[in-house]
């Protein structure tokens, strides 16, 4: 509808594979192909091997995949149920005070996850809280990343619910609570999901606050992936990334679908 | 239960969007609130349902003051244009919503959807979800939803503005129904669409610019209307300006008789007359102009004359041989048709 | 009122206990060392060492450097799969939403083995020229980590970015174009005006995503690239130097929200 003439039409298609492909499909490939090779210093891969895969699912690679589903679930969970309440509290409020709680949600994003992670030492090495050591730290770092971006989403959400259902709601004798609970919560489900599926996604590649917390025996996927890569084990560090990205793909899947169901409804 | 706005103001950051209201709607009866968009009318309405919280004034249902009880707390049923049906839920628990709300016990939930669905006939309907159903159907469920809680007072706000004109005809018809087998229900209606309001209300409230301009019977403001606004706004008018005389008016050089009861001799009045009971030909009252424009609308011809620099509209029954653009013609009408309109001379 | 402010008080406890007060502590501990009493030596210090002023350097020119580039080659791939449709387009969309959820070493880790020294572009090179050495060696320096930042960042300006065209009219085009518009008018004149809220938006997150990237740097295991928040991990988890950590870290806030900030101001004032 832009372009009519055939010829720029191939032109235009042309140029983007030629950016495309390279850049955001190969790099993709290249690390699948990795995970099933030894060796890679020509235009293929050679070697094939799927030993890359047995040592990625066995003994610390799993314990470190479980670690990293647990840290991600927890973390989103508690993220969706912080920032969905802080973004519903915020609706209710003036024009003023909601900018504010805007401002203040959206500020981690902002903030350097590094120094997240950094102040989070900082703060649970010392009393009255000690987290230091133990696997709370990394998910109370991961959970204050991630609820920035469930804030921002569910009140996004909130913005475009249409306050005539709130308000049928009322009229028929429901409290705000019944309200909140049989009317909103339901319509705002599809987007509930669809955050939990973007902050379990953040939280599985978490890198940046995870390297300056982990604890021994709490260390995430990714931590594991660059550790290998680190050592020079970059085909094994390839088949734990593909480990990663499938658990993930795996879990945003099943959320997905429980998104459909609820938009059916 | 009647519904009684006593001075109710409502203004957001100083901008009044209804000013000082008074008005009374006895129990069992329908009010229309007609009026252009922007006249307050449904500000009125959604005070009534405890959506605005008027800025002086209160609102009374019944006896009951309710200015100060949250929505939840007023037992109105109410539905709106857009119909606002739960998504998520089917008709049978959007019908069930409110009773749930109140705890109603279940046996008593089974029957009262039931019954609600039955009056609305959409009880073929109950296991559907509300985006399987045409908008005339959910304009149905919304009202059988707001009948389930047995309400004694029902707000209807331009429920039919979403229908085509055939559907919001039929669906005029079921409305007179309802209200025949719920007498005791009073009805607050705010549409724009005088045809609703004529056929459905025992009285209707015409606003304009936030404030109230006329409140009476169908029959009365179409009769005789209080003012321009209200003459133009309830049916076709034509409004000419005309100087009071003995036992008549002038008008465009031509005396006319009508009553001039309660009007000053001397003094500048608007003559209403409605277009349908300006006839073509001479009798008393004539009128001398050239056809301007004439259109044809099937059972009628439509009239536009222009008399001495003013248009008027005559409806005729459809001519074998209408007049040309530019002819000449006689119009007239019987004094007893006009009404002398002396207060608020706008012409518009 | 007082009752809504109560609703809102437990997650802003929350945010305030888990992020705002260790941010606090943060800025505490580069003020005062261990000595106790306050002063901006710290600060001296670190402003005072090469490599603290090359990683401000170099984070300070990669973010927009980074930035733009997303926007200019997001723009240009959101435009054709919106506009220029061709079979598969709808699939390259479900590629970019899939592409978002994975993290940005990623990007690196292939790009090792693309351009690495072993890799497979030098070892064709060297296959078909006999020579010792490929030509690609920019993979350890900043070029590296900015086009791994381009790689990555682009689908977050893409994303917004369809939603943004999903919205627009295509009446306003062919309307445009049978008034005889060519396409590059009508880039400019009808789908610019309406992109250029989403890109003002996206710009900003991007900006602040770069500044703050840490997996990317950190994967390419180069010394010669040091951005801020690589410094801060070093000094803290390498070098045990807390109070210099806090000082980078404060900068490094500074910054990113100062330029977070500027560029929203910027932005704003650009009519977006």
């Known amino acids: 509808m832009l372009v009519h003439s055939r010829g720029t039409k191939w032109a235009v298609w042309a140029l983007f594979l030629v950016l495309f492909l390279p850049l955001f499909a190969l790099p993709l490939l290249v690390v699948l192909g990795a995970s099933f090779a030894t060796h890679w210093s020509s235009i293929l891969p050679s070697g094939p091997t799927t030993a890359h895969y047995s040592a990625a699912t066995r003994g610390e690679a799993l314990q470190a995949l479980t670690t990293s589903l647990v840290t991600a679930l927890a973390a989103s969970l508690i993220a969706l149920t912080v920032g969905t309440w802080a973004a519903l509290a915020a609706a209710a409020l003036p024009k003023r005070v909601r900018r504010l709680l805007d401002a203040l949600f959206v500020l981690p994003v902002a903030v350097p996850s590094v120094v997240v992670g950094l102040a989070i030492l900082v703060a649970f090495s010392q009393p009255p809280i000690l987290l230091n050591g133990t696997r709370w730290i990394v998910i109370a770092a991961h959970t204050v990343l991630v609820t920035a971006f469930a804030y921002q989403s569910v009140s996004a959400a909130i913005v475009r619910l249409d306050p005539a259902y709130e308000q049928a709601a009322a009229s028929l004798g429901a409290r705000p609570g019944y309200v909140l609970w049989r009317v909103k919560l339901p319509l705002l489900l599809p987007s509930l999901t669809a955050a939990a599926g973007l902050c379990f996604a953040l939280s599985m590649g978490e890198l940046s606050a995870t390297m300056m917390l982990y604890p021994p025996d709490w260390t995430p996927l990714p931590v594991l992936i660059y550790a290998a890569t680190d050592r020079g084990s970059l085909f094994a560090g390839s088949a734990l990334a593909v480990v990663l990205m499938t658990a993930t793909l795996l879990v945003l899947l099943a959320v997905s679908r429980i998104r459909t169901k609820a938009s059916y409804r | 239960m009647g519904i009684r706005f006593d001075a109710v103001t409502v203004a957001y950051d100083g901008n009044v969007v209804l000013d000082s209201l008074d008005l009374a709607v006895q129990a069992g009866e329908v009010m229309a609130l007609l009026g252009p968009s922007g006249s307050g009318k449904t500000t009125a309405l959604r005070a009534v349902a405890g959506f605005v919280r008027p800025s002086a004034g209160r609102v009374f249902l019944g006896e009951r003051d309710v200015t100060d009880l949250p929505p939840y707390r007023r037992g109105i049923g109410m539905v709106v244009q857009q119909y606002a049906l739960f998504p998520h839920l089917r008709v049978e628990d959007n019908v069930a919503f409110g009773l749930k709300a109140r705890k109603v016990a279940k046996t008593e939930i089974r029957a009262r959807v039931a019954e609600a669905l039955e009056m609305t006939g959409m009880a073929a309907y109950a296991r559907r979800h509300p985006r399987e159903l045409s908008g005339g159907q959910q304009q149905r469920v919304a009202v059988a939803r707001a009948l389930a809680i047995r309400p004694d007072v029902l707000l209807l706000d331009e429920p039919l503005s979403a229908l085509d004109a055939r559907l919001r005809s039929d669906m005029l018809a079921e409305l007179a129904r309802l209200h025949r087998e719920l007498p005791d229900v009073s009805i607050l209606y705010v549409t724009h669409d005088q045809v609703e309001a004529l056929t459905l209300a025992d009285r209707i409230a015409v606003m304009d610019k936030a404030r109230l301009q006329a409140c009476g019977t169908p029959r009365e403001l179409y009769r005789a209307p209080a003012n321009a606004f209200t003459a133009s706004f309830v049916g076709n008018a034509n409004l000419l300006p005309v100087t009071v005389g003995a036992d008549g008016v002038a008008f465009a050089g031509a005396e006319l008789k009508v009553d001039t009861a309660g009007a000053a001799r001397g003094s500048k009045a608007t003559l209403c007359v409605r277009p349908h009971l300006v006839g073509l030909g001479d009798g008393p009252n004539r009128l001398q102009g050239t056809v301007s424009e004439i259109q044809w609308r099937g059972s009628t011809h439509r009239l536009y004359v222009d008399v001495d620099g003013h248009r008027v509209m005559a409806d005729v029954p459809e001519l074998r041989t209408p007049p040309a653009h530019g002819d000449e013609v006689t119009l007239h009408f019987a004094p007893r048709d006009a009404s002398l309109l002396t207060a608020g001379i706008t012409h518009g | ?272």
């Open chain 3, 1 to 272: 009122m007082v009752r809504r402010l109560l609703w809102a008080l437990p997650p802003v406890v929350l945010l305030v206990l888990f992020f705002l007060y260790p941010l606090l502590l943060v800025v505490q501990q580069s003020l005062q060392p261990d000595t106790g009493d306050t002063s901006l030596q710290p600060y001296a210090d670190v402003f005072a060492s090469g490599a603290f002023r090359e990683a401000l350097w170099t984070t300070v020119w990669l973010a927009p450097a980074a930035t733009a580039g997303c926007l200019v080659l997001g723009f240009f791939l959101a435009l054709v799969i919106a506009f220029v449709p061709f079979r598969g387009a709808r699939a390259v969309a479900k590629f970019i939403d899939v592409f978002l959820s994975f993290p940005s070493f990623l990007i690196t880790l292939a790009l090792l083995f693309i351009y690495g020294t072993v890799g497979m572009a030098n070892g064709m090179w060297t296959d078909v020229t006999g020579a010792a050495e490929g030509p690609f060696q920019f993979l350890t320096t900043p070029w590296g980590v900015l086009l791994a930042e381009i790689t990555y960042f682009t689908p977050f300006v893409m994303r917004p970015l369809l939603a943004a065209f999903s919205h627009l009219d295509t009446a306003q085009l062919e309307a445009a174009s049978s008034l005889g518009a060519r396409a590059p008018r009508i880039v400019r004149q009808v789908i610019l005006p309406e992109a250029l809220p989403a890109l003002a938006a996206d710009g900003s997150l991007v900006l602040v995503l770069c500044l703050n990237e840490f997996g990317i740097v950190l994967f390419t295991g180069a010394k010669g690239v040091t951005t801020l928040p690589m410094l801060v991990y070093g000094k803290a988890i390498l070098e045990s130097d807390y109070p210099g950590a806090c000082v980078v870290a404060v900068v490094n806030v500074v910054i990113s929200v100062g330029l977070y900030g500027l560029y929203r101001v910027v932005s704003r004032r650009a009519g977006a």
